[in-house]
Each structure stands twice: as structure tokens, then as C-alpha cells.
């Protein structure tokens, strides 16, 4: 059975520090990979999907990028957090033709201080 | 669509009614349409999923009912319990597209 694995749970990282969020995968091959971003009492916010290995969609501009170095390996990095980066970070996955039904892990709490 | 930058509306049921939370979509293209439930501090979890060629689908003590005629989705809990409390979303997108779209999301609050 497919597996996704997010970490670390929770994270609090000081303004102008680096950020490095890891998802995997497993259990399937080729997967679409997301990574939204979800404010405190708020709807999901599509910040990157990947539908193969080096592949990477940005939807909105911001502080943060995506790499996908392995097919079922997704990271979200920043090189300087700012404030506004804090929230409820959630890795997800789907498989074409399945009607894009999305599989998401269990989330990153991100507070910078 | 996406509404990230609202504050979530809620739903307040007392346990054992019957709660319907409602979604309005905006792209027409739009085939494939699925709820998901987040408990908080949790991930969402998929809850039932419709595609556009029905109108009605049903789960174990929910239901989803769609209208593309004006654009509506809707979950329908059955005999409501505390442990459905939590925060739904729907989602939509067309098969063939690389992401989906949710909506802001209702906090569905069961009062024993």
C-alpha cells in the first residue's frame, strides 16, 4: 500500500534562517507531488506540484522553492524564513488517472519567530 | 476555487441530526470533484469523491449531491457524531490537469 511520510512535524525557526521540509513517497511510481500551505483557520493554498523529477510548478511568487531530486522525494526549501512564511505546511500525492484523487501526509507546523 | 484568504465559515449540528455543508465551484470545466475532511492538527483525509457525468453519490452515512447547472457541490452527513466534527473542504479539477483546487473550507462543530 502507498505511504507518504512528512517532516518534521513541528518546526520553529528564527526570521532569516533556512528552511528545509522532506516528503516521500512510497509504495507507487511516479507520482504528482504537491505542497500546500494552510494559515491558521484557513482554506489550502497550492504552492508547488511536480509531476515528475525535476519538474516543478510554482503557483504563486514567493519566499519559498521546491525541488524533486528522486521521483518520490519532494522538498520545500527557503534560504531566509520571514514571518509570513509560518503556517501549517501539508505534502500531498496523486497518480494520473485516477482522477487526481489527492493522499496527503500528516503536515509540518512551521512558526517563525 | 481556491479561497485561501477567507476565515472558514462554520456549521454548528447537534448530534444525531443530519448536517449539509455546501460548495460553489467556479470552473465550468471542471470534472471531478471530491470532499475531504481535516481533524485539526491533521492532514485532510479523503472522504467521497463524484465525477461530473453524475449527480448524486453516496458513502457510508454521507452523500454528495452535484449541480453543474449552477455550479454546487454538497456533502450531506447522516446521523451526525462528534467525531465528525472537524473542518471540510471540496476540491475540484478536470481529470487530465496536474492540480486541484479547494474550496475555503466549513468547520463542522456536533454539540452532544
Known amino acids: 500500500s502507498q505511504t507518504i511520510h512528512q517532516w518534521p512535524a513541528t518546526l520553529v525557526q528564527p526570521v532569516g534562517s533556512p528552511l528545509s521540509l522532506e516528503c516521500t513517497v512510497e509504495?507507487?511510481?511516479?507520482?504528482?507531488l504537491y505542497w500546500y500551505r494552510q494559515a491558521a483557520g484557513r482554506g489550502l493554498q497550492l504552492l508547488f506540484y511536480s509531476v515528475g523529477i525535476g519538474q516543478i510548478s510554482s503557483e504563486v511568487p514567493q519566499n519559498l522553492s521546491a525541488s524533486r531530486p528522486q521521483d518520490r522525494q519532494f522538498i520545500l526549501s527557503s534560504k531566509k524564513l520571514l514571518l509570513s512564511d509560518s503556517g501549517f505546511y501539508l505534502c500531498?500525492?496523486?497518480?494520473w488517472g485516477q482522477g487526481e484523487k489527492l493522499f496527503f501526509g500528516s503536515g509540518t507546523q512551521l512558526s517563525v519567530l | 476555487g481556491e479561497s485561501v484568504g477567507l476565515h472558514l465559515p462554520t456549521l454548528s449540528v447537534q448530534e444525531g441530526d443530519n448536517s449539509i455543508i455546501n460548495c460553489a465551484y467556479s470552473n465550468s470545466a471542471s470534472d471531478y470533484f471530491i470532499w475531504y475532511k481535516q481533524e485539526s492538527g491533521k492532514g485532510p483525509q479523503f472522504i467521497i469523491d463524484i465525477r461530473s457525468n453524475m449527480d448524486k453519490r453516496q458513502g457510508q452515512r454521507v452523500t454528495v449531491l452535484l449541480n453543474k447547472t449552477v455550479k454546487h457541490l454538497s456533502l450531506q452527513i447522516a446521523a451526525t457524531q462528534p467525531g465528525d466534527s472537524a473542518v471540510y473542504f471540496c476540491?475540484?479539477?478536470?481529470?487530465?490537469?496536474?492540480?486541484?483546487?479547494f474550496g475555503a473550507g466549513t468547520r463542522l462543530t456536533v454539540k452532544p
Open positions: 476540491a475540484e479539477n478536470t481529470i487530465s490537469s496536474g492540480d486541484m483546487r
Open positions: 500531498a500525492w496523486s497518480v
Open positions: 509504495g507507487t511510481s511516479n507520482p504528482n
